[in-house]
């Protein structure tokens, strides 16, 4: 070298790659989008013994156009009087 800040032929290819590696995984990122919510519902029922049920309906729609409807339920008991 004379002196000069260049870097050896090998490093910079080696920059180069790893440049082009975060460049690719930066863009591909947008093109995996997000699931999008479209709508969800709710209900609770409280039945005369004191338990709660409830029930959620979720769809969703990803960024491929599927769409997924996903339901929830649970039941939670009050707990014995002494």
């Not at 790893?18 to 999008?36: E, H, K, N, S, V």
């Not at 709660?52 to 979720?58: A, D, G, I």
């Not at 599927?66 to 009087?81: A, F, G, M, Q």
């Amino acid at each position: 070298m004379d002196g000069t800040d260049e870097y050896p032929p090998k490093m910079k290819s080696s920059f180069k790659i790893f440049c082009a590696a975060i460049l690719a995984l930066t863009l591909m990122i947008p093109l995996m989008g997000c699931d999008r919510q479209v709508s969800t519902e709710k209900t609770t029922d409280v039945s005369s013994d004191g338990s709660v049920r409830s029930n959620e309906k979720t769809v969703t729609k990803s960024a491929d156009g599927t769409v997924t409807k996903t339901e929830e339920s649970k039941k939670t008991t009050p707990p014995e009087k002494p």
